[in-house]
């Protein structure tokens, strides 16, 4: 019988009726496998030796993302602290006016809604409301140079329509390489009336008597075109019901992929109009919350009232 | 990405075949040494036809020299699969017929010169210079700038190849430009 026949078979005595060349075959071929394991077994320990490294990096590669990421999240905390530190508290002398209710979510830690109660020349006061493009920090960034902008010419002896014109055109080549820009909807309050400018943004006025209407969209939002903003007068009587918003309340969607709508909010606002304003912000919260199926935006409602 | 497509254009730099350089990524693919975004690096731009600077060459053996602490016993394995490569799935089987066949085929140097294009001084040669059938021994003498591990395995690789012999065995000898051949 050849190497071959024997090795096929399962008796070992068969060895001894090997030829003597048969038998010199055999014996390299049992030093050659050896050769093969020893080469084998020094391939998969230097492999398996590369995976124990790569496990150790994979460690400490984890440990470091762990720590980046508190760092990270103990920044967007202050930020967070900041953020809501830049939010304003009604002026004394808008609250002698009229009933105030926020409703302020953001979706991250911070985010691109914004809002602010601004002390104008005169004597009078603004409420603004802000969507800035995109989501947390840089849009919170944002914020706070919008802020800065508003801040600067609030006070100054202007129309409504000349302060966000120059807000606009202060902010353009900026908002334009940042490739942000923002809603807006600044509201001035009057003896008797309310001056709005719009770019973008959402607002609903209830009338204690007469037709509700929707504040005009109009013209582009900030840091979209070098154009001047149309101002708009409305009746603001006592009793007067203004309710300022964003998308991420009337976009968002419930399971089935249906938005909350704008005509959701109204009804609901003006169903229970005749309530307390945190009553009437709580039921709105409320009906968002049961409706929505998860945050996808930051989400602001204000409501406000004529007292006298 | 330099390449050349034909030997014509060849400069004084060392050039190598793109099938040597497909056929070293196979390896390493099969051998699961590189995988994933390695992987595909290792292929970017390869063709089967090209030739390639020896820099790329360089390129390529570094993914996986640098890549492992202990990489001797790598580089040994992956030059036995090219030649596994060559031999089954490539021009191999029909140019040697047995173990002795592909040693003698490195007479020479003709194996290593048909994927090398360049000046001989930095070429550098590998070449069968002594061979022994009855002593089961031959000696190969290489200069290339290839890795030497690599080498002792596209030795054994090629010789093992046809099947015929049952042992075989290359060291590299005190002299490290001479590789020995033990083959039964």
Redesign the interface.
């Known amino acids: 019988m050849t190497l071959e026949e024997i090795l096929a078979q399962d008796d070992p005595s068969l060895v001894t009726q090997l030829s003597a060349a048969d038998l010199?075959?055999f014996f390299?071929?049992w030093?050659?496998l050896q050769?093969q394991y020893g080469?084998?077994t020094?391939?998969y320990?230097?492999?398996n030796?590369?995976l124990k490294?790569a496990y150790e990096k994979l460690d400490e590669q984890e440990r470091e993302l762990s720590h980046a990421y508190g760092i990270i999240q103990e920044d967007l905390g202050v930020a967070k602290q900041v953020q809501t530190a830049l939010l304003p508290t009604a002026l004394a002398e808008m609250e002698s006016q009229v009933e105030l209710a926020v409703f302020h979510k953001q979706l991250t830690e911070v985010g691109g809604d914004y809002y602010d109660f601004f002390r104008m020349s005169g004597g009078r006061s603004a409420i603004g409301l802000f969507d800035i493009s995109g989501h947390g920090v840089s849009a919170a960034l944002i914020m706070a140079f919008l802020k800065a902008q508003f801040m600067q010419v609030m006070e100054e002896p202007l129309s409504l329509r000349e302060i966000v014109d120059q807000v606009n055109e202060a902010s353009f080549d900026f908002l334009r390489e940042v490739r942000r820009y923002s809603t807006i909807n600044l509201v001035a309050l009057d003896a008797d009336s309310i001056r709005y400018v719009s770019g973008g943004g959402y607002g609903y006025l209830i009338p204690a008597q007469g037709e509700n209407q929707q504040l005009k969209k109009g013209s582009h939002f900030l840091g979209l075109r070098k154009k001047p903003y149309e101002e708009h007068v409305l009746p603001f009587g006592k009793g007067d019901l203004l309710a300022l918003y964003t998308d991420g309340m009337i976009e968002a969607q419930d399971k089935s992929g249906a938005d909350y709508t704008a005509r959701r909010l109204h009804a609901i606002i003006e169903s229970h109009r005749e309530l307390p304003m945190q009553e009437i912000l709580t039921r709105c919260q409320a009906d968002y919350q049961q409706f929505r199926h998860a945050d996808s935006d930051d989400c602001t409602l204000i409501l406000v009232r004529r007292k006298s | 990405m330099s390449t050349l497509s034909s030997p014509a254009e060849a400069s004084q730099e060392m050039m190598v075949h793109g099938s040597l350089m497909l056929g070293y990524a196979r390896a390493c693919m099969n051998?699961?040494?590189v995988a994933g975004r390695r992987a595909s690096q290792m292929l970017e731009g390869i063709e089967l036809s090209q030739w390639y600077p020896l820099s790329r060459w360089h390129a390529l053996e570094g993914i996986v020299v640098q890549?492992?602490?202990?990489?001797?016993?790598?580089m040994?394995?992956v030059g036995?699969e090219m030649m596994s490569l060559w031999y089954h799935h490539g021009p191999g089987k029909n140019l040697v017929k047995s173990g002795l066949d592909f040693l003698h085929f490195q007479t020479g140097g003709g194996g290593f010169q048909s994927v090398v294009l360049g000046p001989a001084a930095t070429v550098g040669e590998f070449r069968l210079e002594a061979f022994d059938t009855k002593q089961g021994c031959a000696s190969v003498y290489s200069t290339t700038p290839f890795n030497r591990d690599m080498e002792r395995g596209v030795l054994?690789g090629g010789v093992l190849a046809a099947g015929d012999?049952?042992?075989?065995?290359v060291v590299a000898a005190a002299d490290t430009n001479r590789l020995l051949v033990e083959f039964?």
């Open positions: 010199t075959r390299w071929k030093k050659g050769k080469r084998d020094a391939f320990l230097a492999t030796e590369n490294l | 051998l699961n040494i890549s492992y602490r202990n990489a001797p016993p790598i040994l394995k036995i054994i012999l049952d042992y075989v065995d039964h």
